[in-house]
């Protein structure tokens, strides 16, 4: 990670392509041509495939053990015994995502819209029109100092079209608009100050992540099996506690019976 974190600062251009397509191009184009500074990449990911197969193997075969003996812990007791596994389990699911992100999503930069301009979303039927858009800037006399005629917020409504009918839904810097499974974000807009005859529009990026649900997924169980666990070690800890001050109270009670013979 440190040398590829060194690389990478070097050749930016390079790795940064990763972020606008899926990781097979990616090797294709980039990893493969330009192999004298990808290599770690490959070793990297060799290595995490053996760490998810080992996992996976492992957590598999005690997840099995534990089952086979749950009349010895009971249903509580198996719970608990079963919290590392979960951990694991989501820690799984997390490199899933991960990988179901980078080979199968869609990252599409580049989507100048003005009013009325439309986009065909990749690889759908959808169509995306920006309706309307609107940005407001900081008028004469406003209390932050030096934002006057600078742009305060930038809305717009996207008109989606499929053969599911019509929908619309609003978009801003900090609120992104949703249909069925993408997403759109503002990278850029313009104009930048107030001029007149200018011709607003922005730069959407446009993303379908089909990860996005098992990462939650995993996220969800990782955070389970780890209080889980602390209940585990906490009970354990106390248990321990309770034994040795009834082994200390059983050495008192004998030294007290001794001094009286």
């Not at 949703?178 to 990278?187: A, D, K, L, N, V």
């Amino acid at each position: 990670l440190l040398i590829g974190a060194i690389v990478m600062k070097g050749h930016p251009r390079i790795f940064f392509a990763l972020e606008e397509t899926v990781l097979q191009k990616w090797i294709t184009t980039y990893g493969l041509n330009y192999i004298q500074v990808t290599w770690w990449f490959f070793v990297l990911l060799f290595l995490l495939f053996l760490l998810t197969l080992a996992t996976i193997v492992c957590t598999t075969n005690r997840v099995a053990a534990l089952i086979t003996k749950h009349k010895a812990y009971g249903t509580w007791g198996l719970i608990l015994k079963l919290s590392p596994s979960l951990i694991h389990f989501g820690f799984i699911l997390l490199l899933g995502g991960q990988l179901a992100t980078h080979t199968m999503g869609i990252n599409s930069h580049g989507n100048i819209l003005t009013i009325g301009g439309t986009v065909r979303l990749p690889g759908s039927d959808i169509k995306a029109t920006l309706r309307d858009l609107e940005i407001e800037f900081f008028k004469k006399g406003t209390h932050f100092l030096g934002m006057e005629g600078r742009p305060k917020t930038v809305n717009g409504v996207l008109c989606f079209e499929d053969d599911q009918g019509v929908h619309e839904e609003t978009i801003s810097i900090n609120r992104p608009a949703s249909y069925r499974g993408w997403y759109f974000f503002i990278e850029d807009f313009y104009p930048k100050s107030k001029r007149p005859k200018t011709v607003p529009c922005i730069n959407m990026i446009i993303r379908k992540d089909p990860g996005i649900r098992i990462m939650i997924g995993g996220a969800i169980l990782f955070g389970l099996g780890l209080m889980l666990y602390l209940v585990q070690v906490t009970h354990a800890d106390m248990a321990g506690k309770s034994m040795k001050n009834r082994v200390c109270k059983g050495q008192r009670n004998r030294q007290k019976q001794l001094s009286l013979i």
